[in-house]
DNA sequence: CGTCCAGGTCTAC
DNA sequence: GGTAGACCTGGACGC
């Protein structure tokens, strides 16, 4: 696959992407790279494809599960991800309350008008990654209103980027690995208290961190276990009790079941 | 053309 | 703590 990142410095680069095997893969990357652009570039990709997220204790639990050792099997959950937790953030709030093909329309359009560019071969359009925090912070009301068309969302994602743009939220450091990891919970407290940010936002993001603990339940999760399971009264406390198991993969569990017929 | 609602959240009871 | 209404947008539907 094709994949455009933005680099610290501005600009962005391109690089196609070709899988090895399910934890590591081969960049080639379109234009001009110094070794410390290399290497960002080669930190961001890994993020995206979790190329070093450690899922053995989820492997040992799935096993024993007839409806998930598949995912065992096939070494399965790297589910792909944004180039930061700021972008996964601003992406989640842009498919709440709204159909999928708004919620691309709407991250169309911010990378379309603000991302930065990245050089392409002769011939092909070039590409953009998604904006920094810094450059939506900035953006008025015209923008999210008149071109991304965002509505209510608006002022949410224009305030969580002004947080995170003055340093007033760090999202970063919320994902799993990071140094000062947090509990899953505190995680949740500061997510649930980012404006436009609920519980299937919360849920959701928290998958993007590597925090597997939680199950998003929404409009398609619900319905589709439903029908999957046949089980069509079968409310989320019984979801959640049937993956209770999984503890801190009980997201990812229940993920894999419903998008199994996915691959 | 009006109504409903989609991979919800916020506010006000 | 639990729940009704409002909320931008736009595509799907019924009339």
């Known amino acids: 696959m094709l994949l455009t990142v933005a680099l610290r410095g501005g600009g962005a680069r391109t690089m196609r992407v070709t899988a090895h095997s399910n934890t590591a893969a081969l960049l080639e990357v379109f234009g001009d790279l110094r070794p410390a652009e290399a290497a960002e570039v080669v930190q961001t990709v890994c993020r995206m494809l979790r190329l070093e997220e450690d899922l053995s204790g989820f492997y040992l639990r799935a096993e024993h599960d007839p409806d998930l050792s598949w995912a065992a099997d ?43 560019i990245a050089p392409s071969l002769s011939g092909s359009a070039p590409r953009r990654a998604f904006p920094a925090a810094s450059v939506l912070a900035e953006q008025n009301e015209d923008f999210y209103s008149g071109v991304m068309r965002a509505g209510y969302r608006g002022q949410y994602i ?106």
């Open 158 to 263: 224009r305030a969580i980027s002004v947080a995170v743009a003055n340093g007033t939220v760090n999202l970063e450091e919320l994902t799993r690995e990071h140094p000062a990891a947090l509990a899953d919970r505190e995680v949740e407290n500061l997510l649930l208290s980012l404006p436009g940010v609920g519980p299937y936002a919360t849920a959701h993001i928290m998958m993007m961190l590597g925090r597997f603990s939680r199950l998003v339940f929404d409009s398609w999760t619900v319905p589709k276990y439903r029908n999957l399971t046949g089980r069509h009264r079968i409310t989320t406390k019984g979801i959640e009790r049937r993956f209770r198991r999984y503890g801190e993969y009980a997201g990812l569990a229940f993920w894999l079941y419903l998008t199994r017929d996915w691959l």
């Open 74 to 116: 096939e070494d399965a959950g790297r589910i792909l991800r944004s180039a930061s937790a700021f972008e996964d953030v601003i992406k989640t709030i842009c498919t709440t309350n709204c159909t999928w093909s708004a919620t691309e329309r709407m991250v169309e359009a911010l990378v379309s008008e603000l991302g930065p």
